[in-house]
């Protein structure tokens, strides 16, 4: 069973939809891409290891669902600012997006 968190844990979280503006695979890997998201007022560089499910067209211009407030990580040398959510199946993860348009940086609860 997964440990349950409070409410006001979970307002830590900062998720926020974002868009997907460009994508690309890292150079030397078989697994990460790196990709540059507009969260509103601000743009963020993400690095995400999908790239065994998802090519980088199928990406660019998707609205994705973000953890903003994660603490920056670096892989291979270029720093991640956050961290896209998908639903873990044993196919391959699902990239979790919104079913509208909605604008980037709209905070989800």
Do not use: H
Not at 63 to 90: H, W, Y
Request: no cysteine; net charge neutral.
């Amino acid at each position: 069973m997964v440990e349950t968190i409070s409410f006001s844990e979970f307002q830590k979280l900062d998720i926020r939809i974002g868009k997907v503006l460009k994508a690309e695979q890292v150079k030397g890997t078989k697994n990460l891409i790196r990709l540059e998201v507009d969260l509103g007022e601000e743009k963020r560089q993400l690095v995400a290891g999908i790239a065994r499910w998802y090519k980088p067209e199928e990406i660019e211009g998707k609205l994705i669902v973000v953890l903003v407030n994660l603490e920056p990580k670096k892989f291979r040398g270029i720093e991640s600012q956050g961290m896209l959510l998908a639903a873990d199946t044993k196919e391959k993860p699902i990239l979790l997006t919104v079913e509208e348009e909605v604008p980037p940086g709209t905070k989800v609860r």
